[in-house]
């Protein structure tokens, strides 16, 4: 049986919980309510974490910004840019969903577990170095990857990420460092600006960011065709030691910040395409979350991402023929191909 780890807390749920926000704790009450339903908990495995330390945080953050955020603690409302405030126990949540994604990056390295999801918020993808940004405020998928690059000791790290936002936080993370390559589809524009083609890393990273800026409304099809053809070739040249995803939901038909039309299909099938691309490159896989707003899209996106990480597919044959066989011409994915050309055989 494979197993898989979920990473949740209720603490999670205390940051922000009695302010009126679109990055709510209803999110992760509609999921952990579905995962305390017993017969699907009995899927999973519920490793027990701790919260970060300072001395972890600080492998992607500023200490004067992690002292920022600990001086937030306690403090019953605190607003830190336009989109993201703290409450109490923000602060406290945000070191526990480190601490959650260090450990899964440790557990699936070791091979302790055969994928983790770490079902956390704050999210972290607009998180920068040094500040808070789009409702994050630790970059809880960058520091897994610097977690298994400075204390596991791995040279490749591949971080796909498929919320509707751009990354800029792990992108300017890694964007001149080689040990990950991040790969982002997102609308564009849109926030956070960041995230055109023409982004592609720099120095010793150059070629080692790759963004797909996409128009609204595209469906699985479209993200089934830039998995199986941008993505796959690209990851298969790196043949990554970690594959990271940064999972964000609001690209899900419902959802009320974004345009695109994915689907629970198109969630599995690209959950699939990673899974299958970490077993052939001898990857581990691990997801963190990062948005998505409409509740039910949500719990919906997650549950069919992690039954394909455990190996309970929700994709009929039929729609994976489909995806598998079709694709759709994307001219955004052009752009890409023909500026990431100068870097991988494409
Ligand atoms: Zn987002």
């Given at each position: ?124 993808h ?35 990420d498929?919320d509707?936002h751009h990354g800029n936080?792990?992108q ?12 982002s589809?997102h609308q564009y524009?849109c926030y956070p600006g960041s995230g ?15 963004n797909?800026p ?133």
């Amino acid at each position: 049986m494979t197993k898989t780890a979920i990473f949740s807390n209720n603490l999670f749920l205390e940051h922000m919980k009695n302010f009126d926000h679109l990055e709510s704790a209803s999110r992760l009450r509609v999921i952990y309510d579905e995962l305390d339903k017993p017969e699907i908990a009995a899927g999973f495995i519920f490793p027990a974490f701790q919260a970060a330390g300072a001395e972890i945080i600080k492998l992607n953050h500023q200490p004067a910004y992690i002292k920022q955020l600990a001086d937030t603690a306690g403090q019953s409302f605190v607003s830190l840019d336009a989109d993201t405030q703290t409450s109490a126990q923000s602060y406290d949540a945000a070191c526990l969903a480190v601490g959650a994604a260090v450990t899964a990056a440790r557990m699936v390295v070791a091979g302790e577990v055969d994928n983790a999801f770490c079902l956390v918020r704050p999210p972290g993808h607009h998180a920068e170095v040094d500040k808070a940004m789009g409702f994050c405020l630790f970059n809880n998928a960058a520091l897994a990857a610097q977690f298994a690059i400075h204390e596991l000791g791995l040279q490749r790290v591949l971080i796909v990420d498929w919320d509707l936002h751009h990354g800029n936080g792990t992108q300017h993370s890694f964007y001149d460092s080689d040990n990950v390559l991040y790969f982002s589809t997102h609308q564009y524009p849109c926030y956070p600006g960041s995230g055109a083609a023409a982004e592609v890393g720099s120095g010793r990273g150059a070629g080692y960011t790759i963004n797909v800026p996409l128009p609204a409304g595209l469906d699985d099809l479209a993200f089934a065709t830039i998995y199986n053809d941008l993505l796959s070739a690209v990851a298969r040249q790196y043949q990554p030691e970690l594959i990271i995803v940064s999972a964000g939901y609001d690209i899900h038909r419902d959802d009320p910040l974004g345009g695109m039309m994915v689907t629970e299909a198109g969630f599995a099938y690209m959950t699939k395409i990673l899974l299958e691309l970490a077993a052939e490159c001898g990857s581990p896989f691990m997801a963190c979350l990062e948005g998505g707003y409409d509740l039910n899209g949500l719990k919906n996106g997650v549950m069919a991402t992690l039954n394909e990480m455990r190996g309970y597919s929700t994709l009929t044959d039929k729609t994976i023929m489909n995806f598998t066989m079709n694709s759709m011409p994307i001219m955004a994915m052009e752009e890409t191909r023909s500026v990431a050309k100068k870097f991988w055989k494409l």
